[in-house]
């Protein structure tokens, strides 16, 4: 509050509207982190755009990493209804090794690691950027 108090009333009204929370954006960072909401609420769109396409990259090396499986469980319908069976889990482990074999999932492995990593690396910074944003702001603000 200190830095704001040479801004007058209206430079006070627009801090108060347009500065940034760090509850906000931690809370962006751990519900919506996968989709960079974070970033983007810290006017940080590019990188989240990147991190939105690693996310969505890893998804979709996934989904076709694991086709094999869904393939034959819409295939066998007893596959989802008796899982006991022992044919039926002969089965799905020879899937489940051909799914987990890909290199769609090792694709996937490697951007999921990535963005996990650039996504916990975030919770450390995010501190500084809502300050340097808040700075930013109050700079402008004087200089208006």
Do not use: C
């Not at 006070?12 to 940034?20: F, G, M, V």
């Not at 990188?47 to 094999?68: E, H, N, R, S």
């Not at 482990?93 to 975030?122: C, E, H, K, R, T």
């Amino acid at each position: 509050m200190s830095e704001t108090l040479n801004l007058g009333s209206e430079g006070q009204i627009l801090y108060d509207a347009n500065k940034k929370s760090k509850l906000v954006a931690y809370l962006m960072w751990f519900f919506l982190g996968a989709f960079g909401a974070h970033r983007f609420y810290l006017r940080r769109a590019s990188t989240a755009v990147v991190q939105l396409l690693l996310w969505i990259g890893a998804a979709v090396l996934y989904f076709f990493a694991m086709k094999p499986m869904f393939d034959y469980i819409a295939a066998n319908p007893n596959a989802a209804t008796n899982p006991e069976d022992p044919a039926v889990q002969e089965a799905m482990q020879q899937v489940a090794m051909q799914a987990f074999g890909s290199p769609f999932f090792y694709g996937a492995l490697a951007l999921g690691l990535i963005f996990a990593i650039w996504w916990l690396v975030d919770a450390f910074l995010i501190p500084g950027w809502v300050r340097q944003h808040n700075a930013d702001l109050v700079a402008s603000l004087r200089g208006r």
